[in-house]
T-cell receptor, first 115, second 113 residues
Framework: AQTVTQSQPEMSVQEAETVTLSCTYD???????LFWYKQPPSRQMILVIR??????QNATENRFSVNFQKAAKSFSLKISDSQLGDTAMYFC????????????FGQGTRLTINP | DAGVIQSPRHEVTEMGQEVTLRCKPI?????LFWYRQTMMRGLELLIY????????DSGMPEDRFSAKMPNASFSTLKIQPSEPRDSAVYFC???????????FGPGTRLTVL
């Protein structure tokens, strides 16, 4: 079974700084997808970024980018020029395997952006 | 466009009562997922449907839980009888394609006393 590990339960940075959240996963699959979701205090789960494993190019979405290291099974999220609105729980998630559509989530990292 | 709609947003009930959670997926999406979030277990998939057909219900905790999708625009998750350990946030999500991005509803916070 696939597992996702986020080793940083909590992180805190100052506004405008850059922060990197770590995620590692374990799978024997070659075709899969990786995601970062954000959960602010409103508890809504919001997609931040998606990466297809077959793509070597790292995905980016404005201030958010990933460092996808397939051999190392690592998928970190970098947030540049952090803003107060980035304060949230961040979840790394894996989807893959034959016909598998379910998301397997990590435990989450609570990120606080301080003014 | 409307996102995934869930009702109710909050539910407080007493042990032994029946609870029904409702979900309307994004129009045109053909996959629907039910997840549960707890402090102890995090986010875990309960069941998912493709084209209204249940595909994987291995995450359903026990026979007290049941889910239906009578049509493409509506799904229910029922707990009967409810127990305090069922207290959690229940999310519904939908996606357009089999490996498509899943979009989540706002969740239902269930408290069983």
């Amino acid at each position: 079974a696939q597992t996702v590990t986020q080793s940083q339960p909590e992180m805190s940075v100052q506004e405008a700084e850059t922060v990197t959240l770590s995620c590692t996963y374990d799978t024997s699959e070659s075709n899969y997808y990786l995601f970062w979701y954000k959960q602010p205090p409103s508890r809504q789960m919001i997609l931040v970024i998606r990466q297809e494993a077959y793509k070597q190019q790292n995905a980016t979405e404005n201030r958010f980018s990933v460092n996808f290291q397939k051999a190392a099974k690592s998928f970190s999220l970098k947030i540049s020029d952090s803003q107060l609105g980035d304060t949230a729980m961040y979840f790394c998630a894996f989807m893959g395997g034959q016909g598998a559509q379910k998301l397997v989530f990590g435990q989450g990292t609570r990120l606080t952006i301080n003014p | 466009d409307a996102g995934v709609i869930q009702s109710p947003r909050h539910e407080v009930t007493e042990m032994g009562q029946e609870v029904t959670l409702r979900c309307k997926p994004i129009s045109g999406h053909n996959s629907l997922f039910w997840y549960r979030q707890t402090m102890m277990r995090g986010l875990e998939l309960l069941i998912y449907f493709n084209n209204n057909v249940p595909i994987d219900d291995s995450g359903m905790p026990e026979d007290r839980f049941s889910a239906k999708m009578p049509n493409a625009s509506f799904s229910t998750l029922k707990i009967q009888p409810s127990e305090p350990r069922d207290s959690a946030v229940y999310f519904c999500a939908s996606s357009l394609a089999r490996r498509g991005t899943q979009y989540f509803g706002p969740g239902t916070r269930l408290t069983v006393l």
